[in-house]
């Protein structure tokens, strides 16, 4: 059980990663260099409040480079007084970022019961709260892009809920879990990808733009393919709540993203009054749901045996093996490649969390979600540190891509 224990605190710092609001994240991306030469760059991501505005603002907010030119702050827009002592104190917060996510999951597993207030209802408002921040993010013309060239949207779209569902229907059959386990493991397999992806793309010197509109591809595919996959596949496993599966994605995933873009269009002046406090909301949410999801199955984590563990692996290094290997095969770049195995390998694990807990008649059917976001997150993170040492120029194809 100790080492156990010591395991989940040791991954607990790629948890952050996996719950970060997409408004920080693509901020961070907006801010980063477009060529990253060392390990040593990576801090360069964290990006100040009034950076985050100027990203908002661009055109090309998903090209980094541009992003990056026309985000920097002029002489006469740097923060002074209250604001100056604000970025600082959210830059120091953001940096330990991992510590308050270690020492809440080393709470959570210690006292499940400190955070027995946290309910369903807090849980799924703040996964709402994460959803807004991607939205507030997006516009129209993103979604002009993938219908002008698809072809890699509809890869990936294809691997998240042709390939990983079936995967993991496998490997909870090989490895012989019980119906209830079995019904997590699928769930996992059948929900959408993660925003965490577009952290660790740009890590991977992959095609960031490409993975911000494949993670939006697959949110929204979720209010149709989630359910469904659940109830094909397991109608007669398990009892799934299908129509309450749809309506959780649409009240969690479709509603926070539709006002957030409204947001982004209409109330352009609200929305960037309101980024700079995005990183309070995203460090206060992302460590309540964290323990929050660790608490509920405290017991279970702590006890869960190599037969739980090793199919959840499995689940997201395959799948990313996979992931990169058929897009080459097929004829589509490295860089592209490597994007779609990034975003193929690293789920939403919070989100299913939330839908076995509200609409699948088995408790253990929660705890593989619960077990697939430490090795989700670091599954992709080996990934993306692994292709950062690889470095392969961006092609034609990878600009036309986006």
Known sequence: MKAQVFAFLFASPALVSAFAPAAINKARI????????????????????????????????????????????????????FFKAYNDVMNVATTLFPVWTVLFTGIALKSPKSFSWFTTQYFTAGLAALMLSMGITLTPEDFAKVAARPGAVLMQFSLCYGLMPFLAFFLGKSFGLDPALLAGMVLVGSINGGQASNLCTYIAKGNVALSVLMTTATTLGAIVMTPLLCKGMLGTVVPVDAKGIAYS???????????????????????????????????????????????????????????????????????????????????????????????????????????????????????????????????????????????VKPTAEDEAEI
């Open 30 to 81: 907006a801010h980063a260099p477009a060529s990253v030469h060392s390990m040593g760059s990576i801090p360069n991501l964290r990006s100040n409040s009034f950076g985050m505005m100027k990203a908002q603002q661009s055109s090309t907010k998903l090209n980094m480079a541009d992003a990056a030119a026309a985000a920097a702050p002029t002489e006469e827009e740097q923060p002074t007084g």
């Open 249 to 391: 994605t649409i009240q969690v995933v479709l509603a926070p993203i539709a006002i957030g873009m409204s947001a982004n269009k209409f109330l352009p002046g609200f929305v960037k009054a309101i980024l700079p406090f995005a990183p309070v909301v995203g460090v206060v949410s992302t460590c309540l749901l964290v323990a929050s999801a660790v608490a509920q199955v405290a017991d279970p984590i702590l006890n869960a045996g190599l037969k739980l563990q090793f199919p959840v692996l499995l689940l997201h290094l395959v799948g990313g093996l996979i992931g990169y290997g058929l897009p080459r095969l097929t004829g589509f770049s490295e860089v592209s490649s490597r994007t779609m195995a990034i975003e193929t390998s690293m789920k939403s694990s919070a989100f299913g969390f939330l839908l076995a807990k509200l609409h699948f008649g088995e408790y253990a059917a929660r705890v593989p979600s619960a077990v697939s976001v430490v090795w989700m997150a670091l599954t992709g993170s080996i990934l993306a540190v692994i292709w950062r040492f690889i470095p």
